[in-house]
């Protein structure tokens, strides 16, 4: 059975440079294939066209939420005009009606001094 052992210091980092060198010799052997360029470069393309996509969905985005804030601010300066409206109004039938009970004051003051005339 053999034992395990902690590799040191150096064997690790001599490990580490071989998997280095290995792995840029692989990316070597696929740069040179011509296939390998092909599909990197429409992974670039695919990439940039993303990209664009991508800004493209931001800006509606955007467009949208401008578009809803400036609605927003519309259905607020709407509603605020209803109740200003809607204060006025109350105010003039306030008017009317304080109009009507005066008239009817006057009214009953004026039968009731033409009633202690007649006396």
């Given at each position: ?87 006025a ?14 008239a ?16």
């Amino acid at each position: 059975m053999a034992s395990f052992r902690d590799p040191d210091f150096t064997e690790r980092r001599n490990m580490a440079t071989k998997a280095k060198k290995a792995a840029l010799q692989k990316f070597r052997a696929n740069a040179a294939d011509p296939a390998f360029a092909q599909r990197q470069t429409a992974w670039m393309e695919s990439a940039a066209g993303r990209a664009a996509a991508k800004k493209a969905r931001e800006a509606e985005k955007a467009e949208k939420r401008a578009l809803d804030a400036e609605a927003a601010k519309r259905a607020e300066r709407d509603a605020a005009e209803r109740a200003e409206r809607a204060v006025a109004e109350n105010a003039d039938r306030e008017r009317a009606l304080e109009a009507e009970r005066k008239a009817a004051r006057d009214a009953r003051y004026a039968a009731r001094k033409a009633r202690s005339k007649r006396r």
